[in-house]
T-cell receptor
Framework: GQSLEQPSEVTAVEGAIVQINCTYQ??????LSWYQQHDGGAPTFLSY????GLEETGRFSSFLSRSDSYGYLLLQELQMKDSASYFC??????????FGTGTRLQVFP | NAGVTQTPKFRVLKTGQSMTLLCAQD?????MYWYRQDPGMGLRLIHY???????AKGEVPDGYNVSRLKKQNFLLGLESAAPSQTSVYFC??????????????FGEGSRLTVL
C-alpha cells in the first residue's frame, strides 16, 4: 500500500517561519512534490525533490530524505497570502501522483 | 493561453443520472489525470492516462469510466451517479521528458452535487 502523513493544521504569525512535515510509505518512489491550494482554487505546484537535500525557491524551500521517507516544506517570511492548504505528493514509477490529505496553514497578523 | 479547461464547472444531478466531465489541455501534454477532492480527504486519483488511447485506474476508480480518444481531451463519465460521488473534480496534465519535475497543471475544478 501507500500512505502519506502530514499535519492537518498549522498556525503562525506574519513574518515567522513554518515547517510542514510529510512522511510517506510507498513503493516505486520517484520524488516528492508540494502543492499550494487556496480556498476555492486549484492546486498549484510549488516544488519537487527527487534527490536528498534542500531545494530553495524564493521564500519556500523543500527538503527530502529518501532513507527516512520524509520531507518538509519550509515557508519563510510568512505573509497573509500564504494562508492556504499545502499538499505533499509522491510521484511513483507507475506515473501516478498520490497526494496527502493536506495541511491547512493559517497566518495571523 | 488556456492551459487546462474543465467543463462544466458546476452540475447538480439526481441519483441514477449519468453525465460526462470534459477536460481539455492545450499544452500538448502526454499525461492526464482525474482527481476528486472531498473535505479532509485531500486529492484522490480516480483514473489517469499516459497517452492518447490509454487509460489506467487510480486509487478510487469504481463508479467512473474515462476515455482519451484525442491527446488533448480526457473525459470522465459517471454512468449512474450516487450521492457518494458528490465532490469537486480536478483534471490535471503534465509533460514527459528528461529533467521534468512531474509538475501537474490543474484545471479550475468541477463541482458536482448528486441529490
Amino acid at each position: 500500500g501507500q500512505s502519506l502523513e502530514q499535519p492537518s493544521e498549522v498556525t503562525a504569525v506574519e513574518g515567522a517561519i513554518v515547517q510542514i512535515n510529510c512522511t510517506y510509505q510507498t513503493s516505486g518512489f520517484y520524488g516528492l512534490s508540494w502543492y499550494q491550494q487556496h480556498d476555492g482554487g486549484a492546486p498549484t505546484f510549488l516544488s519537487y525533490n527527487a534527490l536528498d537535500g534542500l531545494e530553495e525557491t524564493g521564500r519556500f524551500s523543500s527538503f527530502l530524505s529518501r532513507s527516512d521517507s520524509y520531507g518538509y516544506l519550509l515557508l519563510q517570511e510568512l505573509q497573509m497570502k500564504d494562508s492556504a492548504s499545502y499538499f505533499c505528493a509522491v510521484r511513483r514509477n507507475t506515473d501516478k501522483l498520490i497526494f496527502g490529505t493536506g495541511t491547512r496553514l493559517q497566518v495571523f497578523p | 493561453n488556456a492551459g487546462v479547461t474543465q467543463t462544466p464547472k458546476f452540475r447538480v444531478l439526481k441519483t441514477g443520472q449519468s453525465m460526462t466531465l470534459l477536460c481539455a489541455q492545450d499544452m500538448n501534454h502526454e499525461y492526464m489525470y482525474w482527481y476528486r477532492q472531498d473535505p479532509g480527504m485531500g486529492l484522490r486519483l480516480i483514473h489517469y492516462s499516459v497517452g492518447e488511447g490509454t487509460t489506467a485506474k487510480g486509487e478510487v476508480p469504481d463508479g467512473y469510466n474515462v476515455s482519451r480518444l484525442k491527446k488533448q481531451n480526457f473525459l470522465l463519465g459517471l454512468e449512474s451517479a450516487a450521492p457518494s460521488q458528490t465532490s469537486v473534480y480536478f483534471c490535471a496534465s503534465r509533460r514527459t521528458g528528461g529533467g521534468n519535475t512531474g509538475e501537474l497543471f490543474f484545471g479550475e475544478g468541477s463541482r458536482l452535487t448528486v441529490l
